[in-house]
C-alpha cells in the first residue's frame, strides 16, 4: 500500500474546533498516510498589502504544502449559514500566489457544525468557492457532522456508527481518486 501525504485546512482557528478533530479522525481513518494541518491564521488579504509587501511567507508555505499533497481534506463550521472568513481568506491568499497549487488537486470537503444541519450550507458555499480553483472535489459521501460538540469520544474518535462509516467511504474515495 503506497503511503500519501494528506494536509487538512480547518476552518476553526479554535483549539478544541470540532473541524480539526473531524479532519485528525479523517486522516486516521484513510490508513497509512502522512498528515499535516495547516495554519490559516493569517493577515486578512489587502490588495495594497500585497503590493507593497508581496504574498506573505505563510501564505506561500501553505501553498507549498498544498502543491506537495497528494490530497487536501477541508472541514468548515457554519457561521451564519456559510463558511467562515478565515478560510475564505485563506482561500483567496493562495489564488494570488503562482504555481495554482489547487488544480488537479484530489479534495475531500466536510463540514462540522453544532446545528440539526452539520455546515450542510456552509459546505456547500465552500464547494462554490473552490470550482475557480479547479481541483478534483469528490462528490460523496457528504460528511455533515450535526451536533458536533458531542460526536468524539475523549480520544477525539467519532462515536457515531454512520458518521465512522461514511467517512471511511469518503477516505476510500479519496485514496482511489489520488491513485486514479
Not at 47 to 65: H, L
Not at 81 to 109: C, E, F, I, M, Y
Not at 138 to 145: A, C, R, S, T, V
Amino acid at each position: 500500500m503506497a503511503h500519501y501525504n494528506l494536509l487538512g485546512l480547518s476552518g476553526s482557528l479554535r483549539d478544541a474546533s470540532t473541524n480539526t478533530m473531524l479532519l485528525h479522525e479523517a486522516a486516521r481513518l484513510f490508513g497509512e498516510c502522512s498528515f499535516k494541518l495547516a495554519d490559516l491564521d493569517l493577515p486578512l488579504y489587502h490588495g495594497d498589502r500585497e503590493e507593497a509587501g508581496g504574498v506573505p511567507d505563510a501564505v506561500q508555505r501553505i501553498a507549498e504544502d498544498i502543491a506537495q499533497a497528494d490530497a487536501v481534506l477541508i472541514s468548515t463550521p457554519e457561521y451564519n449559514k456559510g463558511p467562515p472568513g478565515v478560510l475564505k481568506n485563506a482561500l483567496d491568499w493562495v489564488s494570488r500566489t503562482s504555481g495554482k497549487p489547487w488544480t488537479g488537486k484530489p479534495v475531500a470537503v466536510m463540514s462540522a457544525a453544532a446545528g440539526r444541519a452539520g455546515g450542510e450550507r456552509a459546505q456547500l458555499i465552500l464547494r462554490s468557492f473552490m470550482v475557480p480553483f479547479r481541483p478534483r472535489i469528490l462528490q460523496g459521501p457528504e460528511i455533515h457532522l450535526a451536533d458536533s460538540s458531542n460526536q468524539f469520544d475523549d480520544q477525539g474518535h467519532l462515536t457515531g456508527d454512520i458518521y465512522v462509516r461514511e467517512l471511511t467511504l469518503l477516505m476510500d474515495g479519496l485514496r482511489a481518486e489520488i491513485e486514479r
